[in-house]
Every structure is written in structure tokens, then in C-alpha cells.
């Protein structure tokens, strides 16, 4: 489709900025809100991307009002390096943020807590977005491989909330699901307690039933929780999975999850329309990452990688069409950019879909790797067109399975591993488990959507086999990715070949020509500040201050990947 009109409105209302005596930056014209809506987990498995199973009457009407995205796919099959894609605009695999996680497992790898560090240039979205004026929320989980500088939200927090803004600010307010998560097919099953807090958001007085504990482990029973479609009601299996009683009881589970989640984000777009900012807010909705289910969440088939997007611009812009073009996680930074008219940095290596900036040239491949999950390590990538998809196994010696302990909590996958060793397995369900791996695959993903047929030894898919093999050459070596770098190495590496995590240098307070400057030694560092020590938020330094009568002025500076400098509070007399 044409997607010119899906953009002309927003760039109606770019605005203005003046800086304040305090160095801060302030609006003096309208401009779009941003509200994103995240879930966790989330394969296509509502009625505007054609699963009918349950209701969604709140995603489906956003999606009647707004436009669907079917082709977005994360750069990996689970959160944590998909959100450092999203935060970023780069690549998991060229910045350290692959292995999932960095700071865990560590008894298994013998390698020290690390985080991923990334050019001196890269800057959190979010706080690019300050920097213009925005007011910068996120409710609540983050995960990006790497501690948030101080200067990335405004407020990061499960109160978090684009009502605590001034007057007027535009706001870029992320909240988080979990309830679709893949911990909510364990047993004994029930929702987070902590998801509750999405019909009283913002309320700082409102405490979940079991306020403090453990998020993922304070759930309520099963009699408590709401039951959104019957539990008598047949699923439709996959056919890499046993369809059997506790399949469908996980199908059951991940179906009332996903009801309970739309009803959650139904309670939050009611409060942004009490608020009167509907027409003026662009909403973007969209999962971490694919399914939750065994063979899909932390593989790069289709069914770890695509996600459903809804975007509904003000006004209903383009309502009720589709765009249809390959979109990668990597696109969001930019695009965030370009809708407020920004340009994308030059390090960022996706192109905008949308806004002033939107690129001139179709997507023409998407591409994912997948590295470590919890204590088992492979090295695999990905790249895929509108319909093929390449895999380059980088240990085929090693089989497909990895057994993670946490994947094996779901009773589907005990039953999967139960049947393997009593040989129940049909062969679809048998490939999962097979103790080599071919160095190259290639499947049909529109013809074969399970991708189960390799047909990367077939004459006939010789050419697409070496078009796309040559794109991935090229991805790599675009963004530095050496799959075959141990992990070891890539520590050594991101910490220049020291033994241990690098530190921000102390910010410098200096006085000149009645105004506080503020330096930082350490190249890329994000510098935040505070003058009034009651304040919530840490302002983001971008030019020197006005000088005040007396002021106590705190300040700290922080690298992505580096360990922040020590707080350094300096009192300034004119």
C-alpha cells in the first residue's frame, strides 16, 4: 500500500524549543504523543492477524482504527536482546547484547557479569527523545543487556505514567505486559498479581496483593483468576507439539492470558482517552518477541521472531489497512526519530518506516541471531526476504535442543520430552531433537510456515540460497557480528582486553562565564543533573546552565556498558 498518508498528519505538529535558565528544554507548540503499548511473548494470535480463538475487543479495535504491521520480527526469539535492539537501533550481535543474559549463568559460563557496550555515539531512544523536549516514561520492565543510565526515562517505574508530566509536554510513555509471558503456562497457573496495578495506573497509593514479592512468582490461584474462554474449548496445535490434554490446557492458559492482557491495555487506552489525548497520540502496539510456546520463544523460526503491530495514528489515519512491507526491531529508533522529525543517527543500523524520515526504500530482508539462553550456548543466523528464509548453523555438530530449565517448567514441553524418550514422537515433532544440525537451511515460509521442509539441498533454490547467503554475509560484516567469537572473547573485547567491567569518569563542575558546565571524561557518557535534590527525575545535561543565586547542583555520568560514575554534588554560588 501507499503509505505517504500514514505520515503527513504527524509532521503537522513539530514544534518548537527554547532552553530554560535550569538548561532544560521546553515545548512551545503541540506535537504527537507516543504511547507504546509492549507485551511479552506474543506470536499472531489475535483476530486482526486472523487467529479467532478469543476475543480482543480492545486490540481489535485499534486495529479497525489504525493500521497492522504482520511482517515485524524481532532480531532474536527472546526479550532481553530484542529490547537492547529497540533501545538502541542496533543490531543484538554487534554490540554484546546476544547472549541472553549477559549478567546471568555465570556459574555455568565462568565468565564474569558483563553488559553489552555499544559505540561511544549510542544513546538510549528514550533519552534522545528528552533531549527534544518529551517526557520520557516507562511502566516498568526494561532488560536491555546493559543498566539504564539515570537520564534515559523520566520515570521508569510500575507508577510510571505520562499524567506526571508539565502542562502540555508531549510524552513518550511505554507501558509493559507480562501477563502473556511464558511463565504464565507453568503451574500452578494464574495471573501476576503485579499486572493488576494496569487498572489503577498511576495511582502511587495502589499496592498489588503481595506488594513486594518476587513479580513473576506472587500470582493468584487459579480460582481466583478470570476465566476469559472456556476451558472446554478445542485449540488448534501446532504440529511440532503433541496434542494432548496438557497441550491443550497450555493453549488454554496462553489464550485467557492474552484475554486478560487486552482487557489490561483497554483499561490504559481509556485513560488516554478520559485524558483527551487520543487524536493526539500515536499508539503503537506490538510483542517483545513470537510465542511462547516450545518451539517458538528463543528460536528464529517464524514463530520466535514475527509479532503482531497495531499503530493508530490521530484522527484514524489510514484506518483498518495493512502495511505490508518487512519490518525489524532495529527500524524502531529511527523511526521514534523521524516521527518527531528528527534525523536517525548515523550509527543506527535500521532505516524509519514512518515520519519525515521514513526511508525511500522497502525493506528487503530482515535478519536475527541467536547465541546463549541461560547456560546452553549455540551460535546461529538468520536472514529472511518476503517469503524465504536463511538459517547458517554455526555448530551443526550440536543438535537443535537445548534443554533450558525454565522452557522445561511447561507442561507441553515435559510432554514433548516425555514421549521422545518413550519414542511417541511423530517425525514433525521428532525434527526439534535431532542430534546434528545441517550448516545451511532455507525454507518457504509462506508455503511451509512451520518451516519444516529444508530445501536448501534443492537445484531449484540454488539461487535463492546463494542471494541469501550473500546478504548475510554482508549484514555481518556490516555490523561486526563474528558468530564463532566465544563468549569469552566477546568480553575481553567490549572491555578493551581488561579484566574487568569498565567505570564512567567522575563528571567535572565547572564555572564559566556565569554558567555550570558540566564535562565528563569518558567519551559518549550521558551526563544527567539535579538541582532541586526533591526531584524525581534526573535532568539530562546538554549545554551549559544558568547560574543561580545558590544552587546545589548533582550530577553523574554513565557509559551504556560502563559502570556509572560516582554522584558528584557541588554547591554553586554566583
Not at 26 to 52: C, R
Not at 91 to 97: D, M, Q, R
Not at 146 to 157: G, L
Request: contains cysteine; proline residues 6%; hydrophobic residues 35%.
Amino acid at each position: 500500500m501507499n503509505t505517504k498518508p500514514l505520515f503527513v498528519i504527524l509532521l503537522v505538529g513539530i514544534f518548537t524549543l527554547s532552553a530554560c535558565k535550569n538548561g532544560e528544554k521546553e515545548h512551545t507548540q503541540k506535537s504527537p504523543n507516543i504511547l507504546w503499548l509492549v507485551t511479552e511473548d506474543m506470536g499472531a494470535y489475535i483476530p486482526p492477524f486472523g487467529d479467532n480463538t478469543v476475543k480482543t475487543p480492545n486490540l481489535s479495535r485499534l486495529a479497525k482504527e489504525g493500521v497492522i504491521y504482520p511482517n515485524l520480527y524481532s532480531t532474536s526469539g527472546v526479550c532481553a536482546p530484542s529490547r537492547a535492539a529497540i533501545a538502541t537501533g542496533m543490531y543484538p550481535s554487534s554490540i554484546g547484547a546476544n547472549h541472553m543474559r549477559t549478567t546471568s549463568y555465570t556459574e555455568v559460563t565462568g565468565l564474569p557479569k558483563y553488559e553489552a557496550v555499544p559505540p561511544s555515539e549510542v544513546t538510549m531512544i528514550s533519552e534522545l527523545l528528552r533531549k527534544e523536549g518529551y517526557y520520557c516514561t516507562n511502566n516498568y520492565k526494561t532488560d536491555y543487556q546493559f543498566k539504564a543510565p539515570i537520564t534515559a526515562w523520566d520515570e521508569s517505574s510500575p507508577y510510571a505514567h505520562w499524567r506526571n508530566r508539565k502542562k502540555n509536554q508531549p510524552f513518550f510513555a511505554v507501558v509493559n505486559f507480562t501477563e502473556t509471558h511464558e511463565s504464565g503456562l507453568f503451574e500452578p497457573y494464574g495471573f501476576r498479581q503485579i499486572e493488576t496495578r494496569h487498572y489503577k495506573s498511576g495511582d502511587r497509593n495502589y499496592k498489588w496483593k503481595g506488594f513486594g514479592k518476587s513479580h513473576a512468582k506472587n500470582r493468584m490461584t487459579e480460582a481466583e483468576t478470570t476465566v476469559h474462554i472456556s476451558k472446554d474449548t478445542k485449540f488448534k496445535v501446532p504440529p511440532y507439539l503433541v496434542d494432548n490434554e496438557a497441550t491443550q490446557r497450555d493453549l488454554w492458559k496462553m489464550y485467557n492470558n492474552i484475554a486478560e492482557m487486552d482487557k489490561q491495555v483497554g483499561a490504559i487506552l481509556k485513560q488516554l482517552e478520559e485524558d483527551g489525548l487520543l487524536e493526539n497520540t500515536i499508539i503503537m502496539f506490538y510483542g517483545d518477541h513470537g510465542g511462547p510456546l516450545p518451539r517458538e520463544k528463543r528460536l528464529i523460526y517464524d514463530s520466535g521472531l514475527n509479532t503482531p503491530m497495531i499503530v493508530r495514528f490521530p484522527k484514524k489515519n489510514n484506518a483498518g489497512s495493512k502495511f505490508t512491507n518487512l519490518v525489524s526491531f532495529v527500524d524502531f529508533a529511527p523511526t521514534l526519530l523521524s516521527l518527531i522529525g528528527q534525523k536517525p543517527a548515523k550509527y543506527m543500523q535500521g532505516q524509519a518506516f514512518l515520519g519525515k524520515y521514513q526511508s525511500k526504500k522497502p525493506r528487503k530482508y530482515i535478519h536475527a541471531a541467536a547465541d546463549r539462553f541461560d547456560g546452553f550456548t549455540d551460535a546461529i543466523r538468520a536472514v529472511r526476504d518476503s517469503q524465504f528464509k536463511y538459517i547458517r548453523n554455526y555448530r551443526p555438530e550440536q543438535g537443535y535442543y537445548l534443554p533450558v530449565a525454565y522452557r522445561e517448567k511447561i507442561p507441553a514441553m515435559q510432554e514433548l520430552l516425555k514421549l521422545k524418550e518413550e519414542g511417541k514422537l511423530n517425525d514433525i515433532q521428532k525434527q526439534w531433537f535431532r542430534e546434528q544440525k545441517p550448516k545451511e537451511e532455507l525454507f518457504d515460509c509462506i508455503n511451509d510456515p512451520f518451516e519444516l521442509v529444508n530445501l536448501a539441498d534443492k537445484p531449484e533454490y540454488q539461487n535463492k540460497l546463494q542471494e541469501l547467503s550473500n546478504e548475510m554475509d554482508r549484514w555481518l560484516t556490516d555490523i561486526n557480528d563474528n558468530p564463532s567469537l566465544s563468549e569469552k572473547d566477546l568480553v575481553a573485547k567490549l572491555w578493551d582486553g581488561k579484566n574487568q567491567k569498565p567505570v564512567t569518569a567522575d563528571p567535572i563542575i565547572t564555572i564559566e562565564n556565569n554558567k555550570v558546565v558540566i564535562t565528563c571524561d569518558t567519551e559518549g557518557a550521558s551526563i544527567g543533573y539535579k538541582t532541586n535534590p526533591k526531584a524525581k527525575s534526573w535532568n539530562v545535561y546538554s549545554e551549559p546552565l544558568e547560574l543561580q543565586t545558590a544552587n546545589v547542583v548533582r550530577v553523574q555520568a554513565h557509559r551504556i556498558g560502563y559502570l556509572p560514575s560516582k554522584t558528584i554534588t557541588k554547591e554553586i554560588t554566583k
